[in-house]
């Protein structure tokens, strides 16, 4: 099947974007085209209009500033693969993007498409949630700020507004002793999650943890947090018991569907266990020393 005829705009800045979003009515933003490409292609999505943003060369950046971890918007999945600064520094995010599909898939894609895309088994959203991560939105009345917290509605629905577009995602910089980490369960290479776990860290002098994320991956209506598991964890020194019980709650907290790959029992297994492996590696990444917390 082809796609509907459409008209095609390629504007070359953030401003030239927002007014043809603001000017036009049914239209559709391109950037790396890996889900509204085969949307087009079998007429699930027939807008009149695709802005295709691939020519604003100012949205094509993977940087660190003193606060933050800032993505551009035509950053691809490749990038942050590929990117020295992330395996580094940011272990959940180097975990997660090999973990994206196929290679190909991987260089077309952006990160911050997979966000404004909203699908609860995409691998991203957990990963933005578990750093308390924000989404940077252009609209006609300036640049607004969205806590990832409140980014994420429904499936495929968010707070994004149609006049906007998402120009930036960003997490802060990591603490002198924090760690993160991702895990995820999947058929087979290619695939989306059965389930996922992202898992933050942050350890005070004492060795206890600061602060907890914890993100999930296509277990809920979207990506979600573990809030009671984060709660459980605060204050507390890391070790194996204190993640046994972070992934029980974890479990406890998530609603996964049972489908053809499993039942939501099951699913609720690998979240308890997807967590506890994430949390561990996210402690031993901040400094602690590994064989504390398989005790």
């Known amino acids: 099947m082809k796609p509907a005829q459409f ?21 559709a933003i391109l950037a790396g085209g890996q889900s509204m490409v085969p949307m087009l292609r079998f007429r699930l999505a027939v807008p009149e209009t695709v802005i295709d943003i691939n020519r ?13 971890l800032r993505i551009g918007a035509l950053a691809r999945h490749a990038d942050v693969e590929e990117s020295e600064l992330i395996a580094e520094k940011y272990g959940s995010f180097a975990d997660t993007a090999p973990l994206v599909a196929d290679p190909q898939i991987r260089n077309r894609g952006t990160v911050a498409g997979a966000i404004a895309q909203a699908d609860p088994k995409g ?18 009345d300036g640049e607004r700020v969205i806590p ?6 429904l499936p495929y629905d968010t707070t994004l507004d149609e006049n906007e577009l998402l120009t930036e ?19 087979k290479v290619g695939d989306y999650a059965m389930a996922g776990s992202a898992a933050r860290l942050v350890l005070d002098e004492d060795g206890r943890i600061e602060r907890a994320g914890i ?4 277990v809920d209506i979207t990506n979600v947090r573990a809030t009671d598991a984060e709660a459980h964890l605060e204050g507390e ?21 049972s489908d053809e790959h499993g039942d939501a029992d099951y699913k609720e297994r690998m979240v308890n266990v997807l967590t506890q492996r994430a949390l561990a590696d996210a402690a031993e990444r901040a400094g602690l020393v590994k064989r504390r917390v398989s005790q």
């Open 237 to 257: 020194r890391p070790g194996s018991e204190l993640f046994k019980r972070a992934g029980e709650l974890a479990a406890e907290q998530s609603n996964p569907e």
């Open 123 to 140: 691998d991203w959203g957990s990963v933005l949630l578990a750093h308390e991560g924000e989404v940077v939105a252009q609209g006609p």
């Open 7 to 27: 008209e095609q705009h390629e504007p070359e800045t953030v401003e030239e974007a927002v007014s043809l979003l603001e000017s036009l009515d049914d239209r």
């Open 169 to 187: 995602l960003r997490v802060p910089v990591p603490a002198d002793r924090e760690g993160s980490a991702y895990h995820k369960l999947k058929r």
């Open 56 to 68: 604003i060369e100012s949205l094509d950046y993977l940087e660190e500033d003193d606060e933050w």
């Open 215 to 218: 993100g999930l991956t296509a």
């Open 148 to 153: 990832a917290d409140d980014f994420f509605l």
